[in-house]
């Protein structure tokens, strides 16, 4: 990342700060960390970038605690408490539909594919504007 700003923004937006948060914590405006989110291209693959990182390694943490806590549940699963083995039992039912997670949706991580999608949807609005009926009924077409 070529602005350690910006990069220490990211660290931050990436452990649930907000902007404003954020901005404070960096020594920069709140107007400056929402310009870098919403039209810097480089600063959104470099977030999104890591962000997918940081879900791919949380899995994976996950994923190498599994044994570890099927063992502990299935210890539950044998107490004399009936409270416990029910509670075992439902997360065992739940467990089963935890495994059809996905990771986030693939986005661009590309600055210029971020760049090429704010650029259609600029034109999708301008074209959307001009389709819409003004005051007067008439379209501007």
Same mark, same amino acid.
């Given at each position: 990342?070529?602005?350690?700003?910006?990069?220490?923004?990211?660290?931050? *937006?990436?452990?649930?700060? =907000?902007?404003?948060?954020?901005?404070?914590?960096?020594?920069?405006?709140?107007?400056?960390?929402?310009?870098?989110?919403?039209?810097?291209?480089?600063?959104?693959?470099?977030?999104?970038?890591?962000? *997918?990182?940081?879900?791919?390694?949380?899995?994976?943490?996950?994923?190498?605690?599994?044994?570890?806590?099927?063992?502990?549940?299935?210890?539950?699963?044998?107490?004399?408490?009936?409270?416990?083995?029910?509670?075992?039992?439902? !997360?065992? *039912?739940?467990?089963?539909?935890?495994?059809?997670?996905?990771?986030?949706?693939?986005?661009?991580? =590309?600055?210029?594919?971020?760049?090429? =999608?704010?650029?259609?949807?600029?034109?999708?609005?301008? !074209?959307?504007?001009?389709?819409?009926?003004?005051?007067?009924?008439?379209? =501007?077409?």
């Amino acid at each position: 990342m070529r602005n350690t700003k910006q990069d220490q923004v990211i660290t931050l *937006l990436l452990s649930g700060k =907000t902007q404003k948060e954020a901005a404070a914590e960096v020594g920069v405006r709140e107007e400056t960390v929402s310009r870098w989110v919403n039209s810097d291209a480089e600063f959104v693959s470099e977030f999104r970038a890591r962000r *997918l990182e940081l879900w791919e390694s949380s899995a994976q943490r996950l994923y190498f605690l599994t044994d570890k806590a099927i063992g502990v549940v299935e210890g539950l699963l044998e107490s004399p408490n009936e409270a416990i083995r029910l509670r075992a039992a439902s !997360l065992v *039912l739940k467990a089963v539909s935890l495994f059809e997670l996905e990771p986030p949706p693939a986005q661009d991580i =590309t600055p210029e594919s971020i760049e090429r =999608t704010w650029e259609l949807g600029r034109q999708i609005r301008l !074209l959307s504007e001009m389709i819409r009926p003004k005051a007067g009924g008439k379209a =501007t077409f």
